[in-house]
T-cell receptor
Framework: ETGVTQTPRHLVMGMTNKKSLKCEQHLGHNAMYWYKQSAKKPLELMFVYNFKEQTENNSVPSRFSPECPNSSHLFLHLHTLQPEDSALYLC?????????????FGSGTRLTVV | AQKVTQAQTEISVVEKEDVTLDCVYETRDTTYYLFWYKQPPSGELVFLIRRNSFDEQNEISGRYSWNFQKSTSSFNFTITASQVVDSAVYFCALRGGTYKYIFGTGTRLKVLA
């Protein structure tokens, strides 16, 4: 039990589908993050939320749409994805968006776009 | 610009051998933090250690030790007497004044029984 729970663990979707990834933490953290991990590439930061407000969007295509209804939950809504979007999507949280803290990561959602 | 380089893509060792994972970083920030994470096959990255730029003391935690040298911009990680359970991908990361994490590409460690 990592403290950050991601569902589903695995997802296969067609390019025309709409799906959502869910991330939940009950650590009392106020910052939450979405990362994309592709084979042989560094982890790519996608979005940052701090106290429910989006503070970073690293030029992520609009087919990825994040939602943070409260400090404990983070969603990533997916629609009309491309095969190159297949990757491990990791959610992380930290007490706040400052440099001192390490992150707590979830186990990720392994996404395959067919 | 900030950058983290983990030149070793994959390392294989036999159980009980010592192994060092290299991490070299670049930053212009005077205050920054360095991290190591472990990613086992289950997927989640597990936080191992954080060092700030003003603390160059080496740290030891059980079989793990870290060597931080600002003069060479390196933050190397050594596992002593490796075990099969140490098999994972290890990431070095840097956070500076922008609060953004910069991750290295990771080193896959395989410990063979």
């Amino acid at each position: 039990e990592t403290g950050v729970t991601q569902t589903p663990r695995h997802l296969v979707m067609g390019m025309t589908n709409k799906k959502s990834l869910k991330c939940e933490q009950h650590l009392g953290h106020n910052a939450m993050y979405w990362y994309k991990q592709s084979a042989k590439k560094p982890l790519e930061l996608m979005f940052v939320y701090n106290f429910k407000e989006q503070t970073e969007n690293n030029s992520v295509p609009s087919r990825f749409s994040p939602e943070c209804p409260n400090s404990s939950h983070l969603f990533l809504h997916l629609h009309t994805l491309q095969p190159e979007d297949s990757a491990l999507y990791l959610c992380a949280s930290s007490p706040s968006q400052t440099a001192r803290y390490g992150y707590t990561f979830g186990s990720g959602t392994r996404l395959t776009v067919v | 610009a900030q950058k983290v380089t983990q030149a070793q893509t994959e390392i294989s060792v036999v159980e009980k051998e010592d192994v060092t994972l290299d991490c070299v970083y670049e930053t212009r920030d005077t205050t920054y933090y360095l991290f190591w994470y472990k990613q086992p096959p289950s997927g989640e990255l597990v936080f191992l250690i954080r060092r700030n730029s003003f603390d160059e003391q080496n740290e030891i935690s059980g079989r793990y030790s870290w060597n931080f040298q600002k003069s060479t911009s390196s933050f190397n990680f050594t596992i002593t007497a490796s075990q099969v359970v140490d098999s994972a991908v290890y990431f070095c990361a840097l956070r500076g004044g922008t609060y953004k994490y910069i991750f290295g590409t990771g080193t896959r460690l395989k410990v063979l029984a």
